[in-house]
């Protein structure tokens, strides 16, 4: 499938957060292609965001990569243990993402799940299969994205993101998850997911 072009990215983030529902993200490691297709996002804009690593414009040795190039990889890591993988967008130097929330899995399955849980498919029971990739710190181990995929480049053939197939689905846009921190900004809707799908994020 096509992989999508800078010019995708370059866009008003919450534009980009809804139109990558549906869409596939592609991870080549230890030798095998993962796919996921997207099926929840977040927009993150940190000129008028306090949720957002950039809010202010306040550029660190972290927030550097938001400030760049869109179409590039933010990766970075949660309670000390999880990644979050996110899509910088927008112009050059305006600080502003996606965070990727939850996929479905297309491809890799048996990797994904032993990347996850370090079993087999047939040793995880339901529960597990369900919670495999509903969530940013959970997608990020099932299709081993670390912190060496920070800034990566969205259009090279390791890491990146292609056209979805022909599908019809309704979009629910609500307000963002575990960001109670943020004052005005909690009630933003800029969560957005594919109506019923099994995978999204549990709240």
Not at 69 to 95: D, H, P
Not at 129 to 149: F, H, R, S, V, Y
Not at 171 to 192: G, K, L, M, Q
Request: glycine share 6%; proline share 2%.
């Amino acid at each position: 499938m096509k992989k999508l072009a800078r010019d995708f990215y370059t866009r008003p983030t919450v534009e980009v957060a809804k139109d990558l529902l549906g869409k596939y993200l592609v991870h080549n490691t230890k030798g095998e292609k993962l796919i996921g297709k997207i099926v929840e996002t977040e927009a993150y804009v940190g000129d008028i965001d306090k949720a957002c690593h950039a809010y202010k414009n306040k550029i660190t040795n972290r927030t550097k990569v938001l400030f760049g190039v869109a179409g590039i990889a933010y990766v970075y890591l949660i309670y000390g243990m999880y990644y979050c993988f996110n899509v910088v967008t927008e112009e050059e130097g305006k600080g502003a993402a996606v965070l990727i929330r939850a996929i479905e899995p297309v491809t890799g399955l048996e990797s994904m799940i032993e990347n996850r849980y370090k079993k087999t498919p047939q040793e995880i029971n339901k529960r597990q299969q369900a919670n495999l990739t509903n969530g940013p710190g959970k997608l990020c181990m099932a299709m081993d994205i670390t912190k060496e995929d920070n800034e990566a480049n969205l259009l090279c053939e390791k890491l990146y993101i292609t056209e979805g197939t022909e599908e019809d689905f309704d979009i629910i846009s609500t307000t963002r998850i575990n960001i109670d921190y943020a004052e005005e900004a909690v009630d933003f809707p800029w969560r957005f997911y594919i109506k019923d799908n099994s995978y999204i994020s549990k709240i």
